[in-house]
């Protein structure tokens, strides 16, 4: 079959490629960009021409950080955020619809949103059922509230030990009060009956078409393991099953010790699906009160959250890493956490030639030192602006208004020279639509959460560099070859929007919709 080239024109594009930021014109062929310019330029152009009516075009968007494995099952449980529900009373009558299953599911709880200002206990939810176990997920992913039958199938009692790097919450006479933090999840998430991996491949593919109605292009899972089931036959399969979306997997690093399956073919980056790095936890999260912090959260001052990793363990991820050729990505919020990582790998020498070697996810509180040190290293942070503008509550009560402030210094990251992505978190956070890369854009240019709470004005940027954090800047930290940006050669991975973004109010970025999404030139996504 002969191909043809395809030319856009009528269109605002923003290109995300620093050296020819604006075009109005772009011809694909073969999947990929020819030139992109001026229409005025092409003189008797030969091909299929397609106006875009003066929209706005910008590239597909890459979510460096995401878990669409974790959003696929999610979709399938009870949503406990709001609008639907604002108190334990109201999670309690919806989880209350699903007493047919045999393990009742719900997700996307933030006490800071919940009347009664707490996470729900064993107490709470025996009031759903106390002969079927219920696993409600914290929206930050990091804890869970369980009822007293999951507790009874996990052996949990007033004598079980907490494990290493977790919590297991207790009463005033030392019972388990049903809230599991950290690795004390895995206790009851362990013992779940799992989905089979045509199930699992199945809602995956269901994800395809919300991903692109959000331009997203491309995705990244952040705990990917082998066991129960092997993500990378997860995905595989839900290729053929129709997610569309280039997926690189980053691999949990206790998984890897066990299961050290990382090889030339499976880190390819040409693969539509490859292992790009090995992945660790250092702390927990700030809306949980589980990142490592200092000075301690507000109103207990004994208390600075959890540390889950050692120097030790760091540097022999690292150099697993190393010997394969992937990043090593590592989960850390608090100020002690980042500092942990970066003095750790301070002075390493850097092992990839095209990227960061070293990943910080979230990376919310640096201190100057670390911020000073990560740049000298090279060291990527990945910070979602979204937590504070969807969490602001938990924000308040864990650190205080002028500390909450100061998270998410990403002006600051930028300034010091330090590589930068923005990512999702999805669905680990408290919004109803989780994946939308534009509230997160909105977040980072405003600095205002969705109450109008200022969340730290001096932190603002303008809105080109939060496009660029979500197309280039996460493309050059994913190492996703040949897209990010609109440019000669590259994939042609293209989004066309209902509102001009670079035009609008910042106020208004939120409203901004895809109305069409292109992978290789090819239509994919129409509203």
């Given at each position: 079959?002969e ?20 075009a109005?014109?772009?011809i ?14 092409i003189k ?14 910008l590239?597909?968007i890459i ?29 309690i ?17 933030d006490?800071?949103k ?11 939810l025996?009031?759903v059922s ?27 009692t ?43 491949a ?19 899972d952040?705990m ?8 990378m036959?997860?995905?595989i399969?839900?290729r ?6 280039d997926v690189?997997?980053?691999y ?7 299961n ?6 499976n880190?390819?980056?040409?693969n539509?699906?490859?292992?790009g790095?090995?992945?660790l ?7 949980g ?6 000075p ?12 889950t ?15 394969h ?9 608090g100020?002690?956490?980042?500092d ?34 990560a ?36 002006k ?12 999702s978190?999805a669905p680990a956070?408290?919004?109803?639509d ?6 997160g ?11 109008g709470t ?6 603002k940027i ?6 660029e ?26 989004i ?32």
């Amino acid at each position: 079959m002969e191909l043809t080239r395809i030319m856009f024109r009528n269109a605002k594009i923003f290109t995300s490629n620093k050296e020819k930021k604006y075009a109005n014109a772009m011809i694909v062929y073969n999947g990929k960009f020819e030139w992109i310019g001026y229409q005025e330029e092409i003189k008797d152009f030969q091909g299929e021409i397609i106006d875009l009516q003066g929209r706005r075009v910008l590239p597909g968007i890459i979510d460096a950080h995401m878990h669409p494995l974790l959003l696929a099952n999610f979709s399938k449980q009870v949503a406990c955020t709001p609008p639907v529900v604002y108190s334990i009373k109201d999670m309690i009558r919806e989880l209350s619809t699903l007493t047919d299953a045999e393990w009742i599911e719900g997700w996307g709880y933030d006490e800071g949103k919940l009347n009664e200002g707490r996470s729900p206990n064993r107490k709470d939810l025996d009031e759903v059922s106390i002969e079927k176990p219920i696993v409600v997920t914290r929206t930050c992913g990091h804890i869970i509230s369980v009822n007293s039958k999951a507790l009874s199938i996990a052996g949990i009692t007033k004598s079980t030990p907490d494990p290493a790097g977790g919590k297991i919450d207790r009463d005033e006479l030392g019972e388990p009060t049903g809230v599991l933090r950290e690795s004390a999840r895995l206790l009851v998430l362990d013992k779940m009956p799992q989905l089979s991996m045509e199930e699992s491949a199945d809602r995956l593919a269901e994800l395809t078409d919300s991903l692109y109605a959000h331009g997203i292009t491309a995705i990244t899972d952040l705990m990917a393991s082998h066991k129960p089931l092997d993500f990378m036959g997860i995905y595989i399969l839900a290729r053929e099953k129709g997610l569309m979306q280039d997926v690189v997997l980053y691999y949990m690093w206790h998984d890897l010790k066990i299961n050290p399956i990382l090889n030339a073919e499976n880190t390819n980056r040409q693969n539509p699906i490859h292992i790009g790095g090995v992945k660790l936890f250092s702390d927990g999260s700030v809306s949980g009160r589980t990142a490592w912090v200092d000075p301690a959260f507000l109103g207990e001052e004994n208390n600075y959250g959890i540390s889950t990793i050692s120097k030790e363990e760091l540097l022999e991820a690292a150099e697993y890493a190393r010997r394969h050729g992937v990043q090593i990505v590592v989960h850390a919020m608090g100020e002690q956490a980042i500092d942990l990582i970066v003095d750790t790998f301070y002075g390493m020498e850097s092992w990839i030639q095209d990227g960061p070697s070293i990943r910080i996810e979230h990376a919310a509180m640096p201190t100057e030192k670390a911020i000073e040190r990560a740049a000298e290293m090279g060291i990527a942070f990945v910070p979602q602006p979204i937590f504070i503008y969807a969490e602001i509550e938990s924000y308040l009560s864990n650190l205080g208004v002028e500390r909450t402030k100061t998270t998410y210094p990403v002006k600051k990251m930028l300034q010091a020279g330090i590589p930068v992505a923005f990512s999702s978190d999805a669905p680990a956070t408290a919004w109803a639509d989780p994946v939308n890369p534009f509230i997160g854009m909105k977040s980072a240019v405003t600095r205002v959460a969705y109450d109008g709470t200022d969340t730290g004005e001096a932190e603002k940027i303008d809105i080109e560099t939060a496009i660029e954090l979500y197309t280039r800047g996460a493309q050059q930290i994913t190492r996703i070859p040949y897209t990010g940006q609109l440019k000669k050669e590259f994939e042609a991975n293209f989004i066309v929007l209902n509102k001009d973004i670079l035009e609008i109010s910042a106020e208004e970025i939120d409203q901004v919709n895809v109305e069409e999404t292109y992978v290789k030139g090819v239509l994919v996504y129409k509203k």
